[in-house]
Each structure stands twice: as C-alpha cells, then as structure tokens.
C-alpha cells in the first residue's frame, strides 16, 4: 500500500483513476465540498480527524489536510520489464526517501520507461518518497530488489554509470542510444557494484562538469540534469 500526504498527492492519484482504500481528513480544515471529498463519496473507509491528530499521523514537519492510502501498484519486476528500454534509470545504495521520490517525480518527467531500486536504496513506498514524487509514483513502474547480476541478465542495453570525477563529459556520450543510468550514492557513489557491471555490460562513466571546489551533486540533481541531457540529444542530433 502507499500513503499519499496531502491533497495534491492524493489528487494525482486520483487523476489516474487510482481508488483509495481510506482516506483521512482534517475535520477543521477541509470543507464537504473539497473535489478529493466529491470524488471519494462511495468510499466507506473515510475518516474526519483533528489536526493535532493529523499531525501525528504524518511524517510531514506540517500536517497534511488530507491523507489517502492507496493500492501499491505492480509488482513489476526486472526480469519480466519489457526490454531494452529506450532509458531506465537504476538507484545503488540511495538510501534518502526524498531522493528516491525525487527521482521517481524526475525519470517520470524525462522519459524514463522505469526506475529500479538496487541494493540500499530506500523504499518508493516510504511516505516521504512518495511525497516527494508528487504523484509520479503512481505513474511510473518502479522495480525493486534489483541487483547489479540482475541487470546482467538482459541485453539490448548498455549501462550509463554517473561518476564523480573522471567519467566523459555528457554530451560526449550518445544518450539517445537505449540507457540504462545508473546512480549510486553521494558518498560511495557507484563503487560497490561497478565490478559487477563492468565484467557483463558495456559501461560508459560520465561526469558532470562543476565549479572548483565543489565535490559532488545531490544525486537527484545529477540524475535530472542527465536526464535532461539526453531530451536535448534527442532533439538537436539528427536521426543516424
């Protein structure tokens, strides 16, 4: 299941013809003709709270008006995802929610076809992942529990590996090409499994130029600025 905080995340889900299963609502500041409340009146699992209880209901710094708990999609998985995809994006070891949501709300905007979560990262499912994605979760397939020797057992592909120094610069690399753009965390980076990528799959090591000083980006602004990247190839290369 997925808990959507806040009306904006419960109304995208909505959009996409998604039902909740309950919903919870701030009796003292939601009014009987909110749409959400409109669209849910079937729904007999709805429930009116104070705002002290809301904000302890939530893991949000200010409590959501509204608070839904919805049907988790798929499950999809790695091995059954159609291939190769035209970008997939892979997460190693990104352990932040926000980031992980972030990145969900990014790779559904740019194009990507779906995110898996490799080992160490968090859960999409988290309540601050799922907030952060602002809607996209319910959009986008994420796989979860994929390992570096599972992306092995497809072809069609080749990997795209985001390094902190030493890597091409991005416009150097075709992204245009079917990718999948791997990410890893902003300490370790992608150390811990690049043996593996590297002994099965092409893999391609690009940086992201930065100022002196600087020594790495958030990886939720690494992977929207690669993304981004690759929409600009895809439209200024022409066709080979």
Request: hydrophobic share 45%; charged share 20%.
């Amino acid at each position: 299941m997925l808990v959507a905080e806040g009306e904006d995340v419960v109304q995208a889900a909505l959009d996409r013809g998604i039902q909740p299963i309950m919903l919870v609502v701030d009796e003292e500041r939601v009014q009987d003709d909110d749409p959400r409340l409109l669209a849910t009146a079937w729904l007999s699992e709805r429930y009116c709270a104070s705002t002290r209880l809301m904000a302890g209901a939530s893991s949000l710094a200010q409590p959501p008006r509204i608070i839904g708990v919805f049907p988790q999609s798929g499950p999809h998985h790695f091995r059954t995802v159609a291939m190769p995809p035209s970008l997939g994006v892979y997460l190693a070891g990104v352990a932040d929610p926000g980031n992980v949501g972030t990145l969900v709300r990014t790779s559904a905007a740019l194009g990507a076809d779906w995110l898996a979560l490799g080992p160490g990262s968090a859960d999409a499912a988290h309540p601050r992942a799922v907030r952060a994605a602002m809607g996209a979760t319910f959009a986008l397939p994420v796989l979860e529990g994929v390992k570096p020797e599972d992306l092995v057992t497809r072809e069609g592909f080749r990997v795209v590996a985001a390094v902190a120094h030493g890597g091409a610069m991005p416009w150097e690399v075709d992204l245009t090409q079917p990718t999948v753009l791997a990410l890893g965390a902003e300490r370790a980076g992608l150390d811990p499994i690049m043996d593996a990528l590297r002994d099965h799959l092409e893999v391609v090591e690009v940086t992201i130029p930065q100022g002196d000083g600087a020594e790495s980006l958030n990886v939720a602004a690494a992977g929207a600025a690669l993304m981004s990247e690759r929409i600009r190839q895809s439209i200024t290369m022409p066709p080979s």
